[in-house]
């Protein structure tokens, strides 16, 4: 089946600098996007979410950018801080049914 | 709302031994899912259901897997009998209708020997 991957399984940034974390789907049926935060032994924690009609969208310090074209996700978070080290997954619904297929993740280390 | 609650949250059993796994959604959502996660193979559905009743268990990877729903405040994931590769963290998320984001609990840590 189709699945969802990321180009990088791992990204250390400084803090202060602005992240940038990508994702590539596979499903072109996919019409929603959501990307979550996962820390250490915590479950997933919603962070954004894009539907298909959309290219961007903005929320508190994070952005998502969606290009259907070359089906590329990605998650910017600018002014990156140590609390914002943790796994990031990108997830995509696909068509009429609620299921999220959920990416591999990448490990986000923000070094002080 | 204190979010969707998970009980036990770490679990150590023998191999042969029945588990059972606890989860109370957030009150109002309609939709539970079940996950399971490993670094192998990553957060996987399981299964999931819609107003108490289960809508896809093609993720139930057999039939030593069982899930039910008695009502909209309480599910839970059995498995009879626990092998050491169902070892793992159980994640149980829920959704309100017309909402695509869903909320997952702190997860269940499974070690099974």
């Known amino acids: 089946g189709e699945s969802v991957g990321l180009h990088l399984p791992t990204l250390s940034v400084q803090e202060g600098d602005n992240s940038i974390i990508n994702c590539a789907y596979s499903n072109s049926a996919s019409d929603y996007f959501i990307w979550y935060k996962q820390e250490s032994g915590k479950g997933p924690q919603f962070i954004i979410d894009?539907?298909?009609?959309?290219d961007k969208r903005q929320g508190q310090r994070v952005t998502v950018l969606l290009n259907k074209t070359v089906k590329h996700l990605s998650l910017q978070i600018a002014a990156t801080q140590p609390g914002d080290s943790a796994v990031y997954f990108c997830?995509?619904?696909?068509?009429?049914?609620?299921?999220?297929?959920f990416g591999k993740g990448t490990l986000l280390t923000v070094n002080p | 709302d204190a979010g969707v609650i998970q009980s036990p949250r770490h679990e150590v059993t023998e191999m042969g031994q029945e588990v059972t796994l606890r989860c109370k959604p957030i009150s109002g959502h309609d939709y539970l899912f079940w996950y399971r996660q490993t670094m192998m193979r990553g957060l996987e559905l399981l299964i999931y259901?819609?107003?108490?009743?289960?809508?896809?268990d093609s993720g139930m990877p057999e039939d030593r897997f069982s899930a039910k729903m008695p009502n909209a405040s309480f599910s839970t994931l059995k498995i009879q009998p626990s092998e050491p590769r169902d070892s793992a963290v159980y994640f149980c998320?829920?959704?309100?209708?017309?909402?695509?984001?869903?909320?997952f609990g702190p997860g269940t840590r499974l070690t099974v020997t």
């Open positions: 894009i539907r298909s009609n959309m």
């Open positions: 997830a995509e619904r696909g068509g009429s049914n609620y299921k999220l297929t």
């Open positions: 259901f819609n107003n108490n009743v289960p809508i896809d």
């Open positions: 998320a829920s959704r309100s209708v017309g909402a695509g984001e869903q909320y």
